[in-house]
């Protein structure tokens, strides 16, 4: 069992910037890769950016050149940098992590005022 807790999410003006922190705990040594999603209202949940145990990274093109993946493996910690942000990237942020099964937090809130 993996479990997994969000945090940083908030309100920023367009333009600024956000770090979204993702703790595994539990059966760790079972992660193959982690990633964040988001959903907006009234919209599915989509991938934004995912990282392997390895340390690739990989991006949607919503996220490519704004927002940065990475992982503190010591501290079980994935991060999510988001860099000049607009209202669109409005979202509940979720963090998934992908091990023997797969696991979700409980998603944080981003909201982005224009």
């Known amino acids: 069992q993996v479990q997994v807790a969000e945090s940083g999410g908030g309100l920023v003006q367009s333009g600024g910037s956000l770090r979204l922190s993702c703790a595994a705990s539990?059966?760790?040594?079972?992660?193959?890769?982690m990633g964040w999603y988001r959903q907006a209202p009234g919209k599915e949940r989509e991938a934004v950016a995912m990282i392997s145990a390895g340390g690739n990274t990989i991006y949607t093109d919503s996220a490519k050149g704004r927002f940065t993946i990475s992982r503190d493996k010591a501290k079980n910690t994935m991060y999510l940098q988001m860099n000049n942000l607009k209202p669109e990237d409005t979202a509940v942020y979720y963090c998934q992590i992908r091990g023997s099964s797969t696991y979700w937090g409980q998603g944080t809130q981003v909201t982005v005022s224009s």
């Open positions: 539990g059966t760790t040594t079972s992660i193959v890769a």
